[in-house]
């Protein structure tokens, strides 16, 4: 259990029904399996009670049972055991803190099914990330383009923001999930120069920009709206600048166009390929 933060209440109605469901994942386990929990997210670790098995847990900041992160080094320590070191932090070859999680969990995981700690290392140190997950597209004119169509809740577009310093352009929208966006659009407008809202739940994510941009301090100069991914990688080319990254994290769904976040990952990758070549923008 990763962690535990609103999604999929399109489908789960509330909040304590999605929880229920998710702690399915552990629930049936017997006494001698083990099951991993972030011990950060609150509610992952209050889970983490009920769990009829081992429990072990992955953390950023503080020293638990699994694994965590020690200053700049990455430690394993299971079962009561001596902490062994993995692998600095700077091994880790992706963007972002969500990534040092993920990485933590992952060396949580494999430590309990008895990987050795130097495969781990192998792995952290040559793995450079998945398509549609924060994948660099193109650098065209000095601004990168990238396909984080993955990001289908507000939550993992706000890991994305965090992962970049430099001015974004950001590609927002989709099918909505009726997830709660303000805590998005309130970062948002700290850290893009341009959103552009496209597809089914364009309007509503423009309305939420463009009132969390009157509220406060705001860095955000401007909001669009498009009614396809097309038109906003085109709105995107006539917005960014150098320097700048252009960043599909929707946000929301595929399904208002799509069959899958993969084929709108796909589709974004032909648009910037289309627009490196100079060519119609077709899709893949």
Same mark, same amino acid.
């Given at each position: 259990?990763?962690?535990?933060?609103?999604?999929?209440?399109?489908?789960?109605?509330?909040? !304590?029904?999605?929880?229920?469901?998710? =702690?399915?994942?552990?629930?049936?386990?017997?006494?001698?399996?083990?099951?991993?929990?972030?011990?950060?997210?609150?509610?992952?670790?209050?889970?983490?009670?009920?769990?009829?098995?081992?429990?072990?847990?992955?953390?950023?900041?503080?020293?638990?049972?699994?694994?965590?992160?020690?200053?700049?080094?990455?430690?394993?320590?299971? !079962?009561?055991?001596?902490?062994?070191?993995?692998?600095?932090?700077?091994?880790?070859?992706?963007?972002?803190?969500?990534?040092?999680?993920?990485?933590?969990?992952?060396?949580? /995981? @494999?430590?309990?099914?008895?990987?050795?700690?130097?495969?781990?290392?192998?792995? /952290?140190?040559?793995?450079?990330?998945?398509?549609?997950?924060?994948?660099?597209?193109?650098?065209?004119?000095?601004?990168?383009?990238?396909?984080?169509?993955?990001?289908?809740?507000?939550?993992?577009?706000?890991?994305?923001?965090?992962?970049?310093?430099?001015?974004?352009?950001?590609? @927002?929208?989709?099918?909505?999930?009726?997830?709660?966006?303000?805590?998005?659009?309130?970062?948002?407008?700290?850290?893009?120069?341009?959103?552009?809202?496209?597809?089914?739940?364009?309007?509503? /994510?423009?309305?939420?920009?463009?009132?969390?941009?009157? @509220?406060?301090?705001?860095?955000?100069?401007?909001?669009?709206?498009?009614?396809?991914?097309?038109? =906003?990688?085109?709105?995107?080319?006539?917005?960014?600048?150098?320097?700048?990254?252009?960043?599909?994290?929707?946000?929301?769904?595929?399904?208002?166009?799509?069959?899958?976040?993969?084929?709108?990952?796909?589709?974004?990758?032909?648009?910037?390929?289309?627009?490196?070549?100079?060519?119609?923008?077709?899709?893949?």
């Amino acid at each position: 259990v990763l962690n535990v933060t609103p999604n999929h209440l399109d489908r789960h109605g509330t909040m !304590d029904a999605y929880i229920a469901a998710k =702690a399915n994942i552990y629930r049936h386990q017997r006494p001698a399996d083990r099951a991993i929990f972030g011990w950060d997210d609150p509610t992952a670790r209050r889970m983490s009670a009920d769990a009829p098995g081992r429990v072990a847990f992955f953390a950023l900041r503080e020293r638990v049972p699994g694994a965590y992160l020690d200053g700049e080094t990455l430690v394993l320590a299971l !079962d009561g055991g001596e902490p062994i070191p993995i692998c600095p932090q700077n091994a880790i070859r992706l963007r972002g803190t969500h990534n040092v999680l993920n990485t933590l969990a992952a060396c949580a /995981i @494999a430590g309990a099914a008895q990987v050795p700690v130097e495969a781990m290392r192998a792995a /952290i140190e040559s793995f450079t990330g998945v398509e549609h997950r924060l994948e660099t597209v193109a650098v065209i004119d000095g601004v990168t383009w990238v396909n984080d169509s993955i990001a289908t809740a507000p939550e993992r577009v706000i890991a994305a923001l965090h992962s970049y310093a430099e001015p974004i352009v950001l590609l @927002a929208g989709g099918r909505d999930k009726h997830l709660p966006w303000e805590p998005l659009a309130a970062l948002a407008v700290e850290r893009c120069r341009a959103v552009i809202a496209f597809g089914e739940f364009a309007p509503q /994510i423009a309305a939420l920009m463009r009132r969390a941009s009157a @509220a406060g301090s705001s860095r955000l100069e401007t909001v669009e709206q498009a009614a396809t991914l097309d038109e =906003a990688v085109a709105l995107a080319r006539r917005t960014a600048r150098p320097g700048d990254v252009v960043l599909l994290s929707p946000g929301g769904t595929s399904y208002d166009a799509y069959t899958d976040f993969a084929e709108r990952g796909a589709h974004f990758r032909a648009l910037v390929r289309a627009l490196v070549n100079g060519g119609p923008t077709d899709q893949e």
